[in-house]
Nanobody
């Protein structure tokens, strides 16, 4: 089993940047596809970005393309979400997710983190 812990959320002004981290522990010997989701108040959870174990297959939802960058450091068992040019509509709880395979993220999630709050003020 794998535990995922997000960090790096906080309050930032529109146009600012944050970097979220997701640290995995437990059965980290497996090769996991990783992703980020977010959920704003009153809205459904939304896919944001994902990355294969090798880093070679990356997807973004249209609303964050060109602003967010997902990356990973497998030696540290950590995935990152660099968020630039933040907008108030990016305000949400951001969740890390893992799938127990090395390939393209399929949104068939095996493990979830507890989430970290990102608030973007105008």
């Amino acid at each position: 089993q794998v535990q995922l812990v997000e960090s790096g959320g906080g309050l930032v002004q529109a146009g600012g940047s944050l970097r979220l981290s997701c640290a995995a522990s437990g059965r980290t010997g497996s090769r996991y596809a990783m992703g980020w989701f977010r959920q704003a108040p009153g809205k459904e959870r939304e896919f944001v970005a994902s990355i294969s174990w090798s880093g070679g297959i990356i997807y973004y939802t249209d609303s964050v393309k060109g602003r967010f960058t997902i990356s990973r450091d497998n030696a540290k068992n950590t995935v990152y979400l660099q968020m630039n040019s933040l907008k108030p509509e990016d305000t949400a709880v951001y969740y890390c997710a893992a799938e127990d395979h090395p390939g393209a993220f399929s949104q068939r999630v095996d493990y979830w983190g507890q989430g970290t709050q990102v608030t973007v003020s105008s």
